[in-house]
C-alpha cells in the first residue's frame, strides 16, 4: 500500500453516468481552474441500471476514453462493473482515494465550476484540517439570495458554518470520513423530539426538515444521501463550512434528464457566477445564532419554494 499523501492540492473525485453533454461541460470547467495542472483528478463512471441507461452509459464511457490528460496533474478513469448508484459511487472512490490520500473534493457530472474552485476548497481544507468540529467543505452556496440579503451583506466573515450539508462540489478529510456511518441512519430520537426537531431544522437552513425522507427502515436512502450526512452534522454536533456570499459551483442539472427527474427553475440553479475571491479569510470563531440562522435559512427556503412553485405552474400550464 502506498504512504498516505498529505498534499497541499486535494485530489477531485468526479462521478460520471449517462449524460455525455452534462460531464463533458464538468471536466471542461475543471480543467479551465487555477489549480488544474496541480491536481489528481478521478473520474468514476457508474454502470447501467436499466437497457435504458446502458447507450448514454456507454456514450460517458467513449468520452472519458478520449480524454489525454486534459492539463490535469493525473487524470484517472474507474469504470464500476455493476450499477451502484450515487451513494455506491461515493463509498467506492471513498474506499479508493483513502488508501492515497488524506483528503478530497468531490463532483457530481452535471457542477459548473468557477476557475478559483480548487483555490477555495483547497484552501478550506488546509485551514480546517485540524479543526474537528468542522466536518466537509461545500463549494455552493445561494449566491442570489445572499446578496439580498442585509443579514449576509453585513455578515463580517468570507464563511458560514451549519448543520446543513450541500454535494454541489464538496471536500472531507479522511478522519471525518471514518466517522460517519453512511448506510444506517436511525433518526428516530429526531423525528420524536419537538427541540431537536426545531433547533435542527433551523440551524440546517431546513435540510432536516426531509430528514423522514432520507432513511427507509433505519438505512440511509442512496440518493438523498446528502441529507443523511447533514443528519450526522446535528447529531455529532459537527458543521459544514460554506462560502458566506458568492458561490464557487451551479448546478446546470435540473432539466429532467438526472437522478432527480424534474426541471427545477429557480435562481438557486439560474445564475451567472459573480466574483468570488482567489482566497477568503477563514475563521474558527463558529457562529450558530439561532435567530441568524433562521433569517438566514428561511430566506433559503423561500427560493427553494419559489422554484418548485414555478416549476409545478409551468407543468400545469403545458397542459393546454
Known amino acids: 500500500m502506498e504512504d498516505i499523501k498529505h498534499h497541499s492540492y486535494a485530489p477531485v473525485c468526479v462521478i460520471a453516468y449517462n449524460r455525455v453533454d452534462k460531464i463533458k461541460k464538468t471536466i471542461q ?17 457508474d454502470a447501467p441500471k436499466n437497457e435504458q441507461a446502458a447507450k448514454g452509459v456507454q456514450e460517458v464511457r467513449d468520452y472519458l476514453d478520449s480524454l489525454s490528460g486534459e492539463g490535469f496533474k493525473s487524470l484517472h478513469i474507474v469504470k464500476a462493473e ?23 473534493i468531490g463532483l457530481e457530472d452535471d457542477i459548473q465550476t468557477h476557475p478559483y474552485f480548487l483555490s477555495y476548497m483547497n484552501d478550506a481544507l488546509n485551514f ?20 439580498k440579503s442585509k443579514t449576509l451583506r453585513t455578515y463580517p466573515h468570507d464563511v458560514l458554518f451549519s448543520y446543513a450539508f450541500h454535494s454541489w462540489g464538496w471536500g472531507m478529510w479522511k478522519d471525518r470520513w471514518e466517522q460517519i456511518d453512511w448506510i444506517h441512519a436511525d433518526i428516530s430520537w429526531f423525528v420524536r423530539s419537538p427541540k431537536h426537531w426545531i433547533i ?16 427507509i427502515n433505519g ?17 455529532q454536533d459537527k458543521v459544514c463550512v460554506w462560502p458566506s456570499l ?6 446546470f442539472g435540473f432539466d429532467g434528464t438526472g437522478v432527480h427527474t424534474f426541471n427545477f427553475e429557480s435562481n438557486v440553479v439560474d445564475f451567472e457566477f459573480a466574483s468570488p475571491k482567489e482566497h477568503l479569510t477563514f475563521t474558527n470563531e463558529i457562529n450558530l445564532n439561532k435567530w441568524f440562522h433562521f433569517k438566514v435559512g ?19 400550464l403545458r397542459k393546454f
Open 29 to 45: 470547467c475543471l480543467a479551465q481552474n487555477v489549480l488544474a495542472d496541480k491536481t489528481d483528478v478521478y473520474i468514476f463512471a
Open 246 to 251: 458568492y458561490s464557487y459551483t451551479r448546478n
Open 82 to 104: 455493476q450499477n451502484l448508484g450515487i451513494l455506491g459511487s461515493i463509498l467506492s472512490y471513498g474506499e479508493l482515494i483513502f488508501k492515497q490520500y488524506d483528503r478530497f
Open 219 to 235: 438505512y440511509t436512502v442512496g440518493n438523498l444521501w446528502d441529507l443523511h450526512l447533514s443528519h450526522v452534522l446535528y447529531r
Open 128 to 147: 480546517y484540517q485540524d479543526n474537528q468540529r468542522v466536518m466537509a467543505v461545500t463549494a455552493f452556496t445561494h449566491q442570489i439570495a445572499n446578496t
Open 200 to 215: 435542527g431544522t433551523i440551524l440546517s437552513w431546513f435540510h432536516l426538515i426531509a430528514i423522514r425522507n432520507s432513511s
Open 298 to 316: 428561511f430566506r433559503y427556503a423561500l427560493v427553494w419554494a419559489f422554484g418548485f412553485v414555478k416549476m409545478f405552474k409551468n407543468k400545469i
